[in-house]
C-alpha cells in the first residue's frame, strides 16, 4: 500500500467516524464499548455457520446462556435439558423451537446437538461434561469446574484427552476481546508497576430459594451448603480472582480468608460476607471483598500501578494517572467521567471521538457486549473451526492417520478462551480460597497443586 | 508411441466415478500435510491472501509412462483435485466470512479441477531435477466452469513420491464472484493469484 492510499484512508475515516470502528473489528480490532447495530457493516449481517448447541442446567444461568446464544446469530439452541420440568418450561420462552430432555443422557445422544454447555450446580458437572466429551460433542463447561479437585482434575483431563474436540472452561472475563484489548495496554506499562489490586462483589440478596417441594428447596439451594457450595469466593469471585491473576500475570502463592453470616441467619452454613487476601509472587496482594448483606457499588476489578490505576466494570474501564506520570498525549482529548474528586480517562476506542463524549458513563452494557456473549462466541467459532476441519480432512483422508489428523488441527487457529488448564487453575484457586475463608486462615498454594498432569 | 503422463496440481477436481480407466494406471495420492494452496488479491486497502493445507486428490500415469525416458510431447494423465472451500483461511475471520459468502460456499463447498491436457516441455537435467509441464483443464469455483492453462513443475521425492507446483492467475469475475467490497472501507480487486504445491505418493490400484 503506498502512502498515498494511507493517506485516502485517514482522511475517510475521520470524515465517517462510525466506518472505522468496522474496520477495526474486520482488522482485528477492539471497542471497549458496544457499538449500536446502526454502525455495523453489512459484514455483521453474513452468517457464516451454525452451531446447534444444547443447554443443560436450566436455572438462572442456564437461562441467561439461552438468552445471550438467541441473540448469537451463529448459534441454534437445538436443545435444553434439566431434571426440573418447570424449569424447562420457563427456559422455553427463550427457546421456543429447541427439543426438551429430562435426562442429559437422552440429549447426548442426540446426534443433532454439536455442542452442549453444562450449567448445572457444580458438584453436577463432571458426570455430565465427562459423558458429554465421550459422547463426542463441544462442551462449555462452566466456571468453577468443580467443588472438589478431584473431580476438576477429571474433567480437565477429559477435556485434554478429547483434541477433536472444543473443551472451554466457563471463565468468560477470558474470551472477552474487551480484556485482551486491556491486558495489552496494562503489559505495555500505562499502569506503571502493579503495587495492588482489588476487586469486589456486592449485593443485597439471600440466594435462598423457595419452592413448595421440599426436596427440590433443598436442590435449589446448593449454594447454601457448604457440601456442595464454594461460596462468594469460589462460586462468584473465581471470575474476577483469575482475571486479576491473569493481568498480574501469575499464580497467587498464598490466600488469607474470612468469612462469616452477618445478615442470612437462616441456617445456612456458608459465609455471606467474606474478604480473601491472595500473594502474588510479584510482591502485589489482591484482596476480595464480596457480600449478600450490602450492594454500594456493585462489582468491580481495580489494578493499582505507580503511574495509574485501572478499573473495570464489565466491559468499561478507567484510567486514573498519578499527577507524576508520564503524558502519554491522547488522553488530553479523551472522554473523562467524574467520580468524587477523581478524574477517569474513558478506556475506549475511539476515545477522543465526539462521539463518545455524549455516552454515559452509566450506561448499561446490553447483551451483545457482556462477557458472556463473546465468550460463547467465540466457543461457536471455535466449534465451527474444529469441527469442519476434522469433517474435511477425514472426507480427503479417512480416518486412519490419527497423528496427521492432530497435526492439521494443532495449526487450526483459534479464538483465544479460557481452555482446560486455566479452568482447571481457576478451580483449584477457588477451592482454596473457599476453604481458606471457611477456615479464617492462610493456605499456602504450592504450584504442583495447579499442574494437571 | 511411447506416451508419457504427466501430472499436475493446482486446483483438481474430483472425477471419481467416471474415471473407469484402463488397468495398470499407476496412481498418485494426496496426502495429509503434504498440500498447500494460496489465493493471493488486492483490494483499495491492503493486499490479502487466503491458505489452505487441504488438497484431496489423485493424479494417475499412463502405465506406459517412464521417468527416466521421457520425452517431450503430449502426455497421458489423470488429474483430480479437490479444496474444500471452507479451509481456506486468512488470519482475519471477518475477511473469511465475506469471502465465503462471495463464493457462495454453503452451495458450492469445494474448488475442483480436472486436467484435460498435458504437454512435457523440458525433462530434468539431474535425477532430481524438476520436469517441466504445459497443462490445460477445468476449474470449477462457486458452480462456474472455466478452463485455464498453468505450466507446472513435477519433481520426483523418494521412490514413491511425486511433488507439483505452480501457479495462476484468474478474475474472479469469470467464475460469477462478485469482488467483495466493505460499503465505505474497501474493495477487493478481481484479479487473483493461486499458487500450490502439492505431494503425491504413489498407491497401488487394487486389481479390477
Not at chain 1, 59 to 82: N, P
Request: aromatic content about 8%; proline content about 4%.
Amino acid at each position: 500500500m503506498n502512502s498515498n492510499e494511507t493517506a485516502e484512508l485517514n482522511r475517510r475515516d475521520f470524515l465517517k467516524g462510525g466506518s472505522f470502528a468496522t474496520l477495526m473489528t474486520v482488522l482485528g480490532g477492539v471497542e471497549l464499548i458496544g457499538r449500536s447495530p446502526a454502525h455495523a457493516a453489512d459484514v455483521e449481517t453474513l452468517v457464516p455457520f451454525q452451531v446447534k448447541c444444547g443447554v443443560i442446567g436450566l436455572g438462572t444461568w442456564g437461562r441467561e446462556i439461552i438468552a445471550t446464544l438467541s441473540r448469537l446469530k451463529t448459534a441454534q439452541v437445538a436443545a435444553i435439558c434439566d431434571t426440573y420440568p418447570a424449569s424447562v418450561k420457563r427456559a422455553r420462552n427463550s427457546a421456543p423451537t429447541a427439543k426438551d430432555f429430562d435426562d442429559y443422557r437422552k440429549m447426548l445422544e442426540d446426534k443433532e446437538v454439536q455442542a452442549v454447555i453444562v450449567a448445572t450446580p457444580t458438584h453436577q458437572h463432571r458426570e455430565i461434561a465427562i459423558a458429554a466429551l465421550q459422547a463426542g460433542k463441544h462442551v462449555y463447561c462452566e466456571a468453577p469446574l468443580a467443588n472438589n479437585i478431584e473431580d476438576a482434575r477429571a474433567i480437565a483431563l477429559a477435556g485434554k484427552a478429547a483434541n477433536k474436540q472444543v473443551f472451554q472452561a466457563g471463565l468468560q472475563m477470558r474470551a472477552d476481546s474487551q480484556r485482551r484489548f486491556l491486558l495489552d495496554f496494562i503489559r505495555a506499562g500505562a499502569s506503571g508497576k502493579a503495587v495492588m489490586a482489588h476487586a469486589q462483589w456486592h449485593k443485597k440478596q439471600s440466594w435462598r430459594m423457595t419452592s413448595p417441594n421440599p426436596d427440590r428447596e433443598r436442590e435449589l439451594n446448593w449454594r447454601l451448603s457448604k457440601d456442595t457450595s464454594l461460596g462468594l469466593v469460589g462460586e462468584i469471585g473465581i471470575h474476577q480472582i483469575d482475571a486479576m491473576s491473569w493481568f498480574l500475570n501469575g499464580r497467587p502463592t498464598s490466600v488469607t480468608g474470612f468469612g462469616s453470616i452477618m445478615q442470612w441467619k437462616d441456617g445456612r452454613d456458608v459465609a455471606d460476607t467474606v474478604e480473601a487476601v491472595f500473594e502474588y509472587p510479584g510482591g502485589a496482594r489482591l484482596t476480595f471483598e464480596s457480600t449478600l448483606a450490602n450492594s454500594f457499588d456493585a462489582d468491580y476489578e481495580i489494578l493499582y500501578g505507580t503511574d495509574a490505576a485501572i478499573m473495570m466494570r464489565g466491559n468499561k474501564a478507567w484510567m486514573f494517572k498519578e499527577v507524576d506520570s508520564p503524558l502519554l498525549g491522547w488522553e488530553v482529548y479523551a472522554r473523562k467521567d467524574q467520580f468524587y474528586k477523581e478524574t477517569g480517562i474513558a478506556l475506549i476506542a475511539n476515545a477522543t471521538k465526539l462521539t463518545n463524549l455524549t455516552e454515559k458513563a452509566t450506561d448499561e452494557a446490553s447483551y451483545t457486549t457482556k462477557p458472556l456473549y463473546y465468550a460463547l462466541e467465540s466457543f461457536l467459532t471455535n466449534v465451527n473451526a474444529v469441527g469442519s476441519a476434522v469433517e474435511d480432512f477425514t472426507a480427503n483422508f479417512g480416518t486412519g492417520d490419527k497423528s496427521a489428523l492432530e497435526k492439521y488441527l494443532s495449526e487450526v487457529k483459534l479464538q483465544p478462551t479460557a481452555n482446560y488448564q486455566e479452568g482447571f487453575e481457576a478451580t483449584v484457586l477457588a477451592i482454596k480460597a473457599s476453604e481458606a475463608v471457611a477456615k479464617g486462615s492462610k493456605l499456602a498454594l504450592p504450584k504442583e497443586w495447579f499442574e494437571l498432569a | 508411441m511411447k506416451t508419457i503422463c504427466l501430472l499436475f496440481v493446482g486446483v483438481l477436481a474430483w472425477h471419481g466415478a467416471s474415471l473407469r480407466g484402463a488397468d495398470n494406471w499407476v496412481r498418485y495420492t494426496a496426502q495429509p500435510g503434504g498440500g498447500k494452496v494460496k489465493v493471493e488479491g488486492t483490494s483499495t486497502v491492503h493486499d490479502w491472501s487466503v491458505e489452505s493445507k487441504l488438497i484431496g486428490g489423485f493424479v494417475e500415469f499412463d502405465p506406459g509412462f517412464s521417468f527416466d525416458n521421457a520425452r517431450p510431447g503430449k502426455v497421458n494423465a489423470r488429474v483430480a483435485v479437490l479444496i474444500p472451500v471452507r479451509q481456506l483461511k486468512s488470519d482475519k475471520t471477518k475477511m473469511d466470512t465475506v469471502m465465503y459468502d462471495a463464493m457462495k460456499e454453503k452451495d458450492h463447498r469445494r474448488i475442483d479441477y480436472r486436467l484435460t491436457e498435458m504437454t512435457l516441455k523440458e525433462t530434468p537435467k539431474s535425477p532430481e531435477g524438476p520436469f517441466l509441464f504445459d497443462s490445460t483443464g477445468e476449474l470449477v469455483v462457486a458452480g462456474v466452469t472455466n478452463k485455464i492453462s498453468m505450466p507446472v513443475t513435477m519433481t520426483r521425492v523418494d521412490d514413491d513420491k511425486l511433488k507439483f507446483s505452480g501457479s495462476t492467475s484468474v478474475k474472479m469475475t469469470s467464475f460469477g464472484i462478485q469482488p467483495p467490497t466493505l460499503v465505505g472501507i474497501l474493495s477487493t480487486g478481481d484479479d487473483v493469484k493461486l499458487t500450490f504445491e502439492w505431494l503425491t505418493v504413489r498407491k497401488e490400484l487394487p486389481a479390477k
